[in-house]
């Protein structure tokens, strides 16, 4: 039998947080199901329920005894920054931080299928430069027949098999080829595991979602590119369900993107006082430098007698800011 911590009634079954044991009306008195345990869609929401919260339990003197417990675990989560998870049901788990973001790749397995599901979204660049050796053998033999059976019916027949043959053969390789670029390039931007995304770097998130498709992503578009940089962004992938139904996981997937928007958006851009303050950082490495040299120049000074040795002291004091 366990006792509940706010009102020190005995009893067998109890609704527990962190460490502490309740029973059933304490843990109804403050709503714990409501919170515990619980993904919430904004730091805003969190810190919301932490103070409704906190004062339910100070309007109730049963509950002051919990106050500090209640406390520390909503402070743990907002101390880690946690705002939000979601399993995407394709293989693939979304953390959401207050600042970042973690993409986590469950295993081997469900990185391939991404990656193949990844290439039905790109437009294969097709028009790289082919030297194949197989095509160039194919076209000399096109021309051979054209040298040999010159002013013969036969030829145009030769020469169109041969041309077919090199355009079919051309089109077969320059897709492999694109098809293994791409295949390279997703097996970057999918990584197994967790994949860190620092939500300063990116500019918007955009969803994208094609009923003909297994799969739906949540693009991470980074400062300066745009969406149809495809391989420049990152990348969640979610599985709307077999038919393309699961309207639960879509408007999941949707406030997602809202609440990463909206955090974009609001996240102070650092990147000008970083550069500012390396910049001071250079400006005062530079500074002692030229401080330095001024001093041996000084020491000569002194060494040759030019100057006293009073002189030196304070003109060193001077520049060595003491
Ligand atoms: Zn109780």
Known sequence: MDTCKACNTKVFFTSDFSDVCLCKNCANQIKLSSWKDRNFASMEELVNTKNNILSIISSNPNMTKIKKSVEDYFNDYIDSGFITSLDGKAGQKLTIFNDHCIIT???????????????????????????????????????????????????????????????????????????????????????????TLNLKDYSKVETYYAANKLYGYVQFIPKGKKSTDMFDCDYFFYSPGVFGHNINIKKKIEQLKNTLNKMISTLPSKTEDDVKEVKEEDSHKKNTNDNFIEIRKYKELLDEGIITEEEFNKKKKELLNL
């Open 105 to 195: 790749t469950k295993n081997e397995i469900k990185r391939d299928e991404l990656i193949n599901r990844f290439d039905e979204y790109i437009d294969h660049d097709l028009d790289d430069e082919d030297d194949d050796d197989e095509i160039k053998a194919i076209s000399n033999i096109g021309r051979l027949g054209k040298n040999l059976l010159r002013g013969n019916i036969v030829t145009t027949g030769i020469s169109m098999v041969a041309e077919s043959m090199i355009n079919e053969k051309q089109k077969e390789r320059k897709e492999e080829k694109a098809y293994e670029l791409s295949r390279r390039k997703a097996k970057g931007l999918i990584s197994l595991g967790d994949r």
